[in-house]
């Protein structure tokens, strides 16, 4: 199967420019794909492109991955209603740093002749000054032109600045820059960038008299139309400081059966047969979720580890009683606030906690259940837990209860949690 019909199965395909099948067979092919270094980690809208670089190099081409260190100075107005705000050099240094060190995960750098390699194009930029880029290159593309692409002509009645309508002569020639002196004859990214990545291969025509190739994946939405790649906390990060591995596993999880069966194909590389398979299992019992569990395993363990995906299966069971009192003690900090996000929570001092019985535990000290009274029945129905181990009326609280020094988990049957905070 070529790159062209292994992007178009797994729903990856959206526009290409003529030629690209027989340029793609007929050699070894070098393409870019450009990151906007906006903010410090890239999310799972990223991993689109992401792949898209991985399959190139699957095939046996070069892959090459652009950072935006001059890009970013400028803003693209790509599916923007507003003016972005310009940010600071020093904060788009430290984002460039952040999103290489992740885009490394990725992406083989060290594999021969289509070895990955990364670029920034503050490189080539910042040796050219003003009236040399409108002189050299801006002579090459016409108003018109610029006018007729849409992330222009969605902006014109509200208003574009100067800045960000000449972003796609400053993308472009990202292009024309790569093309005469990486001889990189391919770009790709979301179908918003057509008309950025068209006007790149339009420069390398017109200036460096070549031929290059443009190629397109589709925007990826949910099936009901919202918006792809956000939760209730915002975007999903691959920061696992951003965003928890745990949250990160629950996020693909709990997508639609529909949106399960379009995800599995565009960020998975499992093959056709492989996929189809798990489609049939899940059809035959819905209920048992192979699909979104095939899903998250697989998208868990690519961007953070087989350990953490280990790690997320285990605190998805804490909540669901397949848990032991260990599986709780091994969460860290971050997971453990993810997991219990909207659980009742009472701040105690450290001197009330230590030796606190668990009758005041639960009732007058935290408010957790309603009295003393409700208290004792529950712990002679046996249906307390701290910690997810079962005590009785004579338990006491103590630092050896503390979930990374600072928490206590009580449990009323199997669903009811509160939290005891310990503050100094």
């Not at 009192?325 to 993810?338: H, K, P, R």
Request: with cysteine; aromatic share 10%.
């Amino acid at each position: 199967m070529s790159l062209v019909q292994e992007l178009k199965w797994r729903g990856l395909l959206h526009d290409f420019t003529p030629g690209i099948e027989e340029q793609l067979e007929k050699e070894m092919t070098s393409g870019y794909v450009g990151f906007d270094p906006t903010a410090d980690s890239l999310h799972i809208g990223n991993l689109v492109p992401i792949i898209l670089l991985v399959h190139l190099q699957k095939a046996g081409h070069k892959p090459f991955a652009l950072v935006g260190g001059a890009t970013g100075l400028v803003g693209d107005p790509s599916g923007k209603s507003a003016e972005r705000q310009l940010l600071d050099t020093s904060i788009i240094d430290h984002n460039l740093n952040c999103q290489k060190a992740q885009l490394e995960k990725f992406l083989d750098f060290d594999c021969g002749d289509n070895s990955a390699e990364m670029v920034n194009n503050y490189d080539w930029f910042k040796g050219i000054n003003f009236l040399e880029f409108i002189r050299d290159v801006g002579k090459h593309i016409s108003v018109n032109y610029m006018m007729a692409k849409e992330s222009v002509k969605l902006r014109i009645d509200k208003g574009i600045s100067f800045t960000e309508f000449s972003y796609q002569l400053i993308q472009g020639y990202d292009f024309c820059w790569l093309n005469s002196n990486r001889n990189v004859k391919l770009q790709m990214g979301g179908s918003d960038q057509w008309g950025n990545i068209t006007t790149g291969t339009e420069m390398v025509r017109r200036i460096n008299r070549g031929e290059s190739f443009a190629l397109t994946a589709p925007l990826v939405k949910k099936a009901d139309g919202t918006k792809f790649g956000k939760s209730e906390g915002g975007n999903v990060w691959l920061d696992p400081k951003k965003t928890s591995p745990y949250m990160f596993y629950q996020f693909w999880l709990n997508t639609s059966d529909e949106d399960a069966r379009s995800y599995i194909k565009i960020f998975t590389f499992k093959k056709e047969s492989e996929i189809n398979a798990i489609i049939a299992d899940h059809e035959e019992n819905p209920g048992a979720r192979a699909l979104q569990k095939a899903l998250a395993n697989e998208i868990t363990t690519y961007v953070h580890g087989e350990s953490e995906l280990e790690k997320a299966v285990k605190a998805s069971g804490i909540l669901f009683g397949k848990s032991t009192s260990e599986d709780l003690a091994e969460l860290d900090e971050q997971t453990f606030n993810d997991l219990f996000s909207g659980c009742a929570t009472a701040e105690v001092k450290k001197a009330d906690f230590e030796g606190m019985g668990i009758i005041a535990a639960l009732g007058e000290n935290t408010g957790f259940l309603k009295s003393n009274g409700e208290a004792r029945r529950a712990l002679k129905e046996n249906a307390v837990s701290v910690n997810k181990s079962k005590v009785g009326e004579d338990f006491v609280l103590g630092e050896k209860d503390l979930l990374n020094e600072k928490y206590a988990l009580l449990q009323r049957g199997k669903k009811t949690y509160f939290i005891i905070k310990v503050v100094s």
